[in-house]
């Protein structure tokens, strides 16, 4: 196809550094790079640089970082989101923000094309097109990994040594990272061995459970309809309260995660990952709601969140049922509004205390002690209908 401007969604990392000259010289195109600040931290310092010096003609930097966390962070912290039971969802998360800018980037420039550096092997494809289809369908869409001949990381990297390319990978230390303001992914290198344990070098985001502090350390969190609004009694914004739980997280060894996961495209995956502060705030919200909601709704709620984690992970942000879901969990986080205090040691993060103005816990009636609410004798009555079904089930069949 033909395309006159291209903006690609640059990271500065091994594949989207050699795409800049690869777009120009197999499509002819104008590339304009594009990196949006999620709070990968020093690792967007020189990209300005890079990306004019391998053949950008211009790069947006944009800081997404509070609309990330309060439009796509906290609204699924409230879902209680979490992908096949352990995966805490940055990279997926992350995608649809990303993608979201760089429509409107590409709108302003009058680019007919938008390009990403995803792999034909991944899930961040399906994120990043969907996105982009859903909110401008006619938009052309280059993904140079389905297209061009490099067929590995040792190819990528040879073709960008070819080209006098600075790229943070070698073909000794493989590891593809992804890191945000919520956490930091590994996969790649000896991780494609399931059996492999990771080497403790790897780790950026925490320290080894091992070596974090011997005495335990005591956190608690104020939320606000299922929103975090303090620490330690003390407010914080957005943005600064995710970097202080990272802090914490950090300083405690919490938040690492090994998984093998079931990628969208089929096929599964071993990736390793780092969320100190996010694995502090989700156990800390999931607390508050064993105290405020009430048990039916909980455990359907328990059931949505499932679904919305697999929404998050295939890339189906911007789609109706996502909306809807929003629309429930929001009514259920009315009374979640509370404090929870949480003990931060050698890797684990505990919940010991919990409160609330909307407690559902009743002393009296869940005391063990004499009571004058509760009276036990109801409780056989009870029995006997509760079991009605299984009962008349068991005498025919045994039949």
């Given at each position: 196809m033909k395309v006159e401007k291209v903006v690609l969604a640059y990271s500065g990392g091994l594949d989207t550094s050699i795409i800049i000259p690869w777009l120009k010289e197999n499509y002819g195109c104008e590339v304009i790079a594009y990196a949006a600040d999620v709070g990968q931290g020093e690792e967007l310092a020189p990209l300005r640089e890079k990306a004019i010096k391998t053949g950008a003609s211009k790069i947006y930097l944009e800081d997404l970082k509070e609309e990330f966390v309060t439009d796509y962070i906290f609204p699924m912290v409230k879902a209680g989101a979490i992908y096949e039971g352990k995966y805490l969802l940055g990279t997926s998360i992350a995608r649809p923000v990303i993608a979201k800018k760089q429509i409107e980037i590409a709108e302003k420039e009058g680019a007919d094309a938008v390009a990403h550096g995803c792999t034909?092997?991944?899930?961040?494809?399906?994120?990043?097109?969907?996105?982009?289809?859903?909110?401008?369908?006619?938009?052309?869409?280059?993904?140079?990994?389905?297209?061009?001949?490099?067929?590995?990381?040792?190819?990528?990297?040879?073709?960008?040594?070819?080209?006098?390319?600075?790229?943070?990978?070698?073909?000794?230390?493989?590891?593809?990272m992804d890191r945000n303001l919520w956490h930091i992914s590994y996969e790649g290198g000896i991780l494609e061995d399931p059996w492999q344990e990771p080497d403790e070098e790897m780790f950026i985001l925490t320290v080894s459970p091992e070596k974090a502090p011997r005495e335990p350390e005591y956190l608690e969190i104020d939320f606000e309809k299922g929103i975090p609004v303090a620490l330690n009694g003390q407010a914080y914004e957005p943005v600064a309260l995710i970097e202080e739980l990272n802090r914490l997280g950090r300083k405690h060894g919490i938040g690492r995660v090994d998984i093998v996961e079931d990628r969208l495209?089929?096929?599964?995956?071993?990736?390793?990952?780092?969320?100190?502060?996010?694995?502090?705030?989700?156990?800390?919200?999931?607390?508050?709601?064993?105290?405020?909601?009430?048990?039916?709704?909980?455990?359907?709620?328990?059931?949505?969140?499932?679904?919305?984690?697999?929404?998050?992970?295939?890339?189906?942000?911007?789609?109706?049922l996502r909306e809807a879901i929003d629309a429930f969990v929001d009514h259920t986080q009315e009374q979640v509004t509370g404090t929870v205090r949480l003990k931060l040691w050698q890797g684990h993060c505990l919940p010991v205390g919990r409160k609330s103005p909307y407690s559902l816990y009743r002393e009296d009636l869940a005391t063990f002690g004499q009571d004058q609410v509760y009276n036990q004798k109801d409780a056989e009555g009870f029995i006997k209908l509760f079991g009605l079904p299984q009962q008349v089930w068991n005498m025919v069949n045994k039949k």
């Open positions: 034909g092997k991944g899930n961040d494809q399906v994120r990043f097109e969907l996105t982009f289809r859903s909110l401008k369908p006619d938009v052309k869409v280059i993904a140079p990994w389905r297209e061009w001949s490099i067929t590995s990381r040792d190819d990528a990297i040879d073709y960008a040594r070819a080209r006098g390319i600075d790229v943070p990978v070698t073909k000794d230390k493989p590891y593809s495209v089929g096929m599964k995956s071993r990736g390793v990952y780092e969320t100190p502060g996010g694995t502090i705030l989700v156990i800390a919200h999931k607390e508050l709601e064993y105290l405020t909601l009430e048990r039916e709704t909980m455990h359907f709620k328990e059931l949505v969140a499932a679904k919305y984690a697999e929404l998050v992970y295939y890339g189906q942000w911007f789609s109706p």
